[in-house]
C-alpha cells in the first residue's frame, strides 16, 4: 500500500487542510468520476430515506450540562468486547479501491491509527486477509449467499486472519433499487472486483452493467440468498466463536428477537437509505430498540453519522457507538489513507470537543444527558 508512510504523519501535502467532514465530501466530489460518486452517494428510490436520516438527526438537541470538570475527557468506548478509542466503527462498504488506489488497506490502516475497528466487507475488493494486516480490530461482514459452503469458509478465513466479530448485514434480502446506479449503467473500473469470493467474480467475471442495468444489482441478485430466516442466524451464530452482530435491524421486535439469540449486538440500520425507501430513519428507530434489548447486547447507531456531534446524540439516545458510513469513504477519495486518517481525527476531535460542551468527562455521562426531539406537528407519528 503506496500511501501507509502517508498515513503515519500529520497532514499529507496531498490533503489539503480539512476544517471538518464536510470539506471532505467537497474534495471528495472533486476527485471521483460521476459513476463512482453517484454509486457512493445514492439511496435507493427517491432517497427519501438517505435524505430522513440527516433530517432526523439535526431535529435531535442536546440538554447540555454544566461545571462537570472536563479538562480530562474520556472518549474510550468497548465495542463486540474490545477497547476502541472512541465509540465508533467504520462500516462495511464495498469496493474501496474504486474510491482511492488505498481502497480498504489504506482506510483500515487509517482506523488502526485512530484506534477504531474496521468493517471488512465481503464484497471488498482486497482480501480480508490484506485487510485484516493492516492492523486495526477488523471486523468481518457477511451477507446471506446462496452458498453456504462459500460462508462458512469466509467464516474460517476471517477467524484465521484476526478477524474480532462477525456482522451479518440482514437488510438486502434483494438490493435496492439504486436509479443513480441504474442510469449510470454501473459497471466496475477495470481491475475492481469482489476479492474475497474466490471463483465469483475475478476480473472478467462480472458483467459489465449497461443504461438500465447495474452491474453490482446483476452481481448480488446471482449470489444472495432471500430466502434468510431466523434459524439461519443461529446457525450462522453456531459456525464460529466470534462475536455476531447483525446488521440493518431497524424494528424493536426484531431487535428483541436478535437479543434473545444471544447476539454480541444489533445495528441499528437502513443501509444509509440505501435499501427500503422510505424505511425510517435509524435514530428514530433507535430509542424503541434500546429500550427492547435492554442491556442483553449492544446497540450501535448506523446510517446519516456526519461527524462527532452525531455520534454522541446517539449515546445520549442510548446506543453504544456508531458506525462511519460515507464520510470515511470521502476521506479515503480526498486523499487515500492520509485523507482518511483527516476525517477520522476530525471526528474523534469533534466528539471529544462536543463532551466538553455538553459537560460530559466520560461516556457514562453522554448517556445520561437530555435529549429534545424536533417533531413538528404531524411528522413521524407511530411507533418505531
Ligand atoms: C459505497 C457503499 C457501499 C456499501 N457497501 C456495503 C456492504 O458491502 N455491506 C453492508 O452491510 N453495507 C454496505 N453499505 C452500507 C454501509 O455499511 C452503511 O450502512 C451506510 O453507509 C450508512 O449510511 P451513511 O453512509 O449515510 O452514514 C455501503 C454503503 C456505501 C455508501
Not at 472533486?30 to 436520516?53: C, K, P, W, Y
Not at 440505501?274 to 427492547?292: F, H, K, N, Y
Amino acid at each position: 500500500m503506496g500511501s501507509a508512510g502517508r498515513a503515519e504523519g500529520t497532514l499529507s501535502e496531498s490533503v489539503p487542510a480539512l476544517l471538518s467532514v464536510a470539506d471532505a465530501e467537497q474534495l471528495a466530489e472533486l476527485r471521483l468520476s460521476a459513476q463512482v460518486r453517484d454509486f457512493i452517494a445514492g439511496g435507493s428510490g427517491a432517497e427519501l430515506t438517505r435524505s430522513a436520516n440527516r433530517a432526523a438527526l439535526d431535529d435531535v438537541y442536546l440538554v447540555p450540562r454544566v461545571m462537570a470538570g472536563v479538562s480530562a475527557c474520556d472518549p474510550a468506548a468497548a465495542l463486540a468486547g474490545w477497547q476502541a478509542a472512541l465509540p465508533v466503527a467504520v462500516a462495511p462498504m464495498a469496493y474501496q479501491r474504486m474510491v482511492h488506489a488505498d481502497g480498504e488497506v489504506g482506510l483500515a490502516a487509517a482506523c488502526a491509527q485512530a484506534g477504531i475497528p474496521y468493517t471488512a466487507a465481503m464484497l471488498a475488493s482486497a482480501t480480508v486477509e490484506e485487510i485484516a494486516e493492516a492492523g486495526a480490530c477488523t471486523w468481518m461482514q457477511l451477507y446471506w449467499l446462496r452458498d453456504r459452503g462459500l460462508m462458512v469458509e469466509l467464516i474460517r478465513r476471517a477467524e484465521a486472519a484476526g478477524c474480532r466479530a462477525l456482522v451479518l448485514t440482514v437488510d438486502v434480502p434483494e438490493l435496492g433499487r439504486r436509479l443513480r446506479d441504474l442510469r449510470n449503467g454501473f459497471t466496475f473500473p477495470a481491475g475492481i472486483y469482489p476479492a474475497n469470493l474466490r471463483g465469483y467474480g475475478k476480473a472478467g467475471e462480472v458483467r459489465p452493467g449497461a443504461p438500465g442495468l447495474s452491474a453490482v444489482a446483476a452481481h448480488t441478485a446471482a449470489i444472495f440468498d432471500p430466502s434468510l430466516t431466523w434459524p439461519d442466524v443461529t446457525w450462522l451464530a453456531g459456525q464460529t466463536s466470534l462475536p455476531l452482530m447483525l446488521k440493518g435491524i431497524l424494528d424493536a421486535r426484531d431487535a428483541a428477537r436478535a437479543a434473545d439469540l444471544g447476539v454480541a449486538g444489533i445495528v441499528v440500520s437502513n443501509h444509509g437509505g440505501r435499501q427500503l425507501d422510505g424505511a425510517v430513519p435509524s435514530i428514530t428507530a433507535l430509542p424503541p430498540i434500546v429500550e427492547a434489548v435492554a442491556g442483553r447486547c449492544q446497540v450501535i447507531l448506523d446510517s446519516g453519522v456526519r461527524g462527532g456531534l452525531d455520534v454522541i446524540k446517539a449515546v445520549a439516545l442510548g446506543a453504544d457507538g456508531a458506525l462511519l458510513g460515507r464520510p470515511a469513504l470521502w476521506g479515503l477519495a480526498a486523499g487515500g489513507a492520509a485523507g482518511a486518517a483527516v476525517v477520522l481525527r476530525l471526528l474523534a476531535e469533534e466528539f471529544r470537543h462536543a463532551m466538553a460542551l455538553a459537560g460530559c468527562p466520560d461516556l457514562a455521562a453522554v448517556r445520561a444527558l437530555r435529549t429534545v426531539v424536533r417533531q413538528p406537528a404531524g411528522r413521524l407519528r407511530g411507533r418505531a
